[in-house]
């Protein structure tokens, strides 16, 4: 069962164009990550959110909260081609046994 | 700072044949996660050890099994390989006991089996 829905599973757009990438899920997690992988690479953490209805702008990106913290954004503004790559969601769960469980993540083409 | 190391980078193995996928992490994390990525299914957990010395079972955890063998290094082994475990496997590493820790990944194993 994947308890995170990433939309959509694939995007193409032209540079200077604006996007946004959705995680949805029925369940509550404790914090929202979202991580950036490059073709042969492990994936990077690019933002951690915690708190329901937060918005945290890393330069061109824009990561929002659900109030419900059920569901993430992530909003591109202006894309580049060094925004290719996949981006994946994780919601964390659990005290001391602390896991991360990923969606299926949204591969991003941006050409120029 | 080297960070989650893993070897080896690529295998190809034949069906039935066994192998350990090593890792070890510099940054004196207590957690360490083994997933692995197939297209469209996103990292899936295979297993964790929130500390050294447990281990337990993550959401595809068959034809594998781990070993926590100290704090900085814990191995994944497939006993007998399947093709249905082609797959890049991922070590990864976090800080147990911080809320909304940091999962630091490896370079990942491409691993076929023929």
């Known amino acids: 069962t994947q308890l995170l829905e990433q939309s959509p599973q694939f995007l193409s757009i032209q540079e200077g164009e604006n996007l946004t990438v959705y995680c949805n899920s029925s369940s509550v997690f404790s914090s929202l990550q979202w991580y950036r992988q490059e073709p042969g690479e492990g994936p990077v953490l690019l933002v951690t959110v915690v708190t329901g209805g937060e918005v945290k702008k890393l330069k061109r990106l824009t990561f929002q909260f659900g109030d419900a913290r059920k569901d993430s954004s992530l909003h591109i503004t202006a894309a580049q081609p060094g925004d290719t790559g996949l981006y994946l969601c994780?919601?964390?769960?659990?005290?001391?046994?602390?896991?991360?469980?990923f969606g299926k993540g949204t591969l991003l083409t941006v050409n120029p | 700072n080297a960070g989650v190391t893993q070897n080896p980078k690529f295998q190809v193995l034949k069906t039935g044949q066994s192998m350990t996928l090593q890792c070890a992490q510099d940054?004196?994390?207590?957690?360490m996660y083994w997933y692995r990525q197939d297209p469209g299914m996103g990292l899936r957990l295979i297993y964790y050890s929130a500390s050294e010395g447990t281990t337990d079972k993550g959401e595809v955890p068959n034809g594998y099994n781990v070993s926590r063998l100290n704090k900085r290094e814990f191995s994944l082994r497939l006993e007998s390989a399947a093709p249905s475990q082609t797959s890049v496997y991922f070590c990864?590493?976090?800080?147990?006991?911080?809320?909304?820790?940091?999962?630091?990944f490896g370079q990942g194993t491409r691993l076929t089996v023929v």
């Open positions: 994780a919601g964390g769960r659990g005290g001391s046994n602390y896991k991360l469980t």
């Open positions: 990864a590493s976090s800080q147990t006991g911080v809320r909304h820790t940091e999962a630091f």
């Open positions: 940054m004196n994390h207590n957690s």
